[in-house]
C-alpha cells in the first residue's frame, strides 16, 4: 500500500512518524474516515468540515485546504485501486522534540497521515443481516464531539461486547443511550417515529446521522431527536446504527433481547438503500 505522510507519497513499510510525535504519546490528535464506493469519495465536504471543527476545538493547526486533503484522498485512491473501503486521515500536533503536556510553539509542524483500507462496503454480512448489541458504560471523556484519536474506551467496550457474544457495543450513561462505540444510534418507536440523540458535548455530530436526517425528511418519517433508554430500544420495532464505514446497519438484538422479530426492519432497509443510491449520486 501507498501511504500518505506530511507531504510524500511512500511505501506503507518506509513511513515515519517521530516516536516522540504527541498523536504516539498523548493521543493529542484527531481524525476522520470517509467512504469510498465505485473508487469516489462519501460525504467527503462533511467530512472535512468537522475535521476543522474537531481540530479548531483543539487549536490544531491545519495547513492544507479542502481542496489539497481532496487531493491528496483522490492520489491515494489512485496510487491503490482502491474501487470500495475507506481513507483514513489522521492529524496529529507533531513535537518539539521532548515529552512534554504543553503543546508547542505554533510553528511546530503538525502530523498528517493518510492510508486507504480496502472493504467490502455495500455486500458486507453486518450491513445486510444485521449485528448485535451488548450494552455498556459510557466512559468516555466529556468532549465526545470532537473526533480525537483516543479510542481505548471504545476499543474496550468493543472486546467486552464480543466476549458478550455481540458483535458491537452501545455505550449508557445516566439510563440512557448516548451512541455506539464508532457510530450514532437509532430506533424506530412502535408508533413509527424515528429517534436518535440531539447533538451535545455527549456525542459524535456524525455525518452519516445528518445525511440520513435529511433522507428521513424527504420520506415524510416522523423525527425525534431525543435520547432513548436501553429498555426503549430494545421494545422498538426497528434499531440500527449510522457511521461512514457502515452507512445504515441493522440491529436485531440488544443485550441478548431481539428487537421486534429479530430480523432487519423495512424502515432500516429504506434509508440504507436511500443512503448508498443518494451517496452514489453526491460521490465526488
Ligand atoms: N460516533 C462515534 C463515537 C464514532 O466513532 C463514529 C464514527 N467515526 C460515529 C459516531 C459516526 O460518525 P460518521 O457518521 O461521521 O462516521
Not at 84 to 97: H, I, K, N, P
Not at 224 to 249: I, K, L, M, P
Not at 258 to 275: E, I, K, M, S, W
Request: negative net charge; charged residues 25%; proline residues 3%.
Amino acid at each position: 500500500r501507498t501511504v500518505y505522510v506530511n507531504g510524500d507519497y511512500v511505501a506503507e513499510q518506509d513511513a515515519k512518524v517521530s516516536v516522540f510525535d504527541r498523536g504516539f504519546l498523548l493521543a493529542d490528535g484527531v481524525y476522520e474516515v470517509s467512504s469510498v464506493l465505485d473508487g469516489k469519495l462519501i460525504d467527503f465536504s462533511g467530512h472535512m468540515q468537522r475535521l476543522k471543527r474537531s481540530a479548531g476545538a483543539l487549536e490544531l493547526a491545519l495547513p492544507w485546504d479542502d481542496e489539497a486533503l481532496l487531493t491528496i484522498h483522490r492520489e491515494l485512491i489512485r496510487r491503490n485501486a482502491l474501487e470500495e473501503g475507506m481513507v483514513y486521515l489522521q492529524l496529529t500536533r507533531g513535537s518539539a522534540g521532548d515529552r512534554e503536556f504543553h503543546y508547542p510553539g505554533a510553528d511546530t509542524p503538525p502530523t498528517l497521515v493518510l492510508f486507504t483500507q480496502a472493504k467490502a462496503l455495500i455486500a458486507g454480512r453486518s450491513g445486510n443481516d444485521g449485528i448485535r448489541i451488548a450494552t455498556q458504560p459510557d466512559w468516555r471523556w466529556a468532549r465526545r464531539d470532537i473526533k480525537t484519536v483516543q479510542l481505548l474506551y471504545p476499543a474496550m467496550a468493543k472486546m467486552a461486547a464480543k466476549a458478550a457474544g455481540a458483535d458491537d457495543a452501545w455505550l449508557v450513561e445516566n439510563g440512557v443511550v448516548t451512541e455506539g462505540a464508532s457510530n450514532n444510534a437509532w430506533i424506530l418507536t412502535q408508533d413509527g417515529v424515528l429517534v436518535t440523540r440531539e447533538l451535545s458535548h455527549a456525542i459524535l455530530p456524525g455525518i452519516t446521522r445528518a445525511v440520513v436526517l435529511e433522507l428521513a425528511e424527504a420520506l415524510s418519517l416522523r423525527v425525534e431527536v431525543r435520547a432513548f433508554s436501553v429498555e426503549e430500544a430494545q421494545n422498538a420495532r426497528e434499531c440500527f446504527v449510522t457511521s461512514a464505514s457502515s452507512f445504515v446497519t441493522p440491529v436485531v438484538a440488544i443485550d441478548d433481547i431481539a428487537v421486534a422479530d429479530g430480523r432487519p426492519g423495512q424502515v432500516t432497509r429504506q434509508l440504507r438503500d436511500a443512503y448508498i443510491e443518494e451517496s452514489r449520486r453526491r460521490a465526488i
